[in-house]
């Protein structure tokens, strides 16, 4: 049974001390998360675990200013491996997951036209996280680069600062949105029906979306921190990723 699980949506004020652990993750991990702590608390019943969510490169930034994380999970590799070049973070990035894009529609959509859909008289905004500071983001702009409509769809586009504020505006406020697919296997996303609201992202328009963990110095010394690390990159971890419709590394 979990003892606490705390899911804070800014910067966390406790460090690391005795068995609780506060761990910066990416935005599209959050829908994974619950099952992941599940998991996690059946072997380590004791530990105490504070979530921060937000998008990868706003975790960074808050790490490199001294936040006291124990442990990044980010949306791609670039993050963690600054980290681990400035010296803050003290395990070399590994791999947990591969993410995936899809596209996203409160109303039936014909998602065999692929990218050229955005483009339609039809289409009149498109939420996309930000480029900027999130690597989903970064990677939809790539799909539309790539695709060659990117130029004619900026007007289009409302930045969402993390994936899941954009999938907040995707369900709320647009036509459309490209999102984490991972966000589609929550419960909350039930209504959503693939093929009718939503589908994949032909993932040759972007570049694999490898994501990085790490230790960072504030979880140096602690064996909780270690033992959720190696459970990110266990078997039972793993199998629930998968289910999220993640890739494994």
């Given at each position: 049974?979990?003892?606490?699980?705390?899911?804070?949506?800014?910067?966390?004020?406790?460090?690391?001390?005795?068995?609780?652990?506060?761990?910066?993750?990416?935005?599209?991990?959050?829908y994974?998360?619950?099952?992941?702590?599940?998991?996690?608390?059946?072997?380590?019943?004791?530990?105490?675990?504070?979530?921060?969510?937000?998008?990868?490169?706003?975790?960074?930034?808050?790490?490199?200013?001294?936040?006291?994380?124990?442990?990044?999970?980010?949306?791609?590799?670039?993050?963690?491996?600054?980290?681990?070049?400035?010296?803050?973070?003290?395990s070399?990035?590994?791999?947990?997951?591969?993410?995936?894009?899809?596209?996203?529609?409160?109303?039936?959509r014909?998602?065999s036209?692929g990218m050229?859909?955005?483009?339609?008289?039809?289409?009149?905004k498109?939420?996309?996280?930000?480029?900027?500071?999130?690597?989903?983001?970064?990677?939809?702009?790539?799909?539309?680069?790539?695709?060659?409509?990117?130029?004619?769809?900026?007007?289009?586009?409302?930045?969402g600062?993390?994936?899941?504020?954009?999938?907040?505006?995707?369900?709320?406020?647009?036509?459309?949105?490209i999102?984490?697919?991972?966000?589609?296997?929550?419960?909350?996303?039930s209504?959503?029906?693939?093929?009718?609201?939503?589908?994949?992202?032909?993932?040759?328009?972007?570049?694999?979306?490898?994501?990085?963990?790490?230790?960072?110095?504030?979880?140096?010394?602690?064996?909780?921190?270690?033992?959720?690390?190696?459970?990110?990159?266990?078997?039972?971890?793993?199998?629930?990723?998968?289910?999220f419709?993640?890739?494994?590394?």
């Amino acid at each position: 049974m979990i003892k606490r699980i705390v899911i804070v949506m800014g910067m966390a004020l406790s460090m690391v001390s005795g068995g609780e652990i506060v761990i910066a993750v990416a935005a599209n991990v959050s829908y994974a998360m619950k099952p992941l702590l599940e998991a996690f608390a059946k072997t380590h019943p004791t530990t105490k675990v504070s979530v921060v969510l937000g998008s990868s490169g706003k975790l960074t930034a808050q790490i490199l200013h001294g936040a006291p994380y124990a442990l990044l999970l980010s949306a791609n590799m670039r993050y963690p491996q600054r980290l681990y070049e400035a010296g803050v973070a003290v395990s070399q990035p590994r791999v947990y997951a591969q993410g995936a894009l899809a596209y996203l529609s409160r109303t039936p959509r014909d998602f065999s036209q692929g990218m050229a859909l955005l483009d339609s008289k039809q289409i009149h905004k498109i939420a996309i996280a930000n480029p900027k500071t999130a690597p989903y983001g970064e990677a939809s702009r790539e799909a539309m680069e790539r695709s060659g409509c990117y130029a004619t769809l900026r007007e289009k586009l409302v930045f969402g600062e993390s994936i899941a504020q954009t999938v907040s505006y995707t369900i709320r406020a647009t036509d459309i949105g490209i999102i984490a697919k991972s966000s589609l296997y929550s419960p909350q996303m039930s209504a959503y029906q693939e093929g009718v609201h939503w589908a994949s992202v032909d993932p040759h328009l972007y570049t694999p979306i490898k994501q990085g963990i790490v230790i960072l110095k504030q979880g140096a010394k602690s064996p909780e921190v270690k033992a959720f690390y190696a459970f990110m990159l266990s078997p039972p971890a793993q199998t629930i990723l998968r289910r999220f419709g993640y890739l494994l590394p």
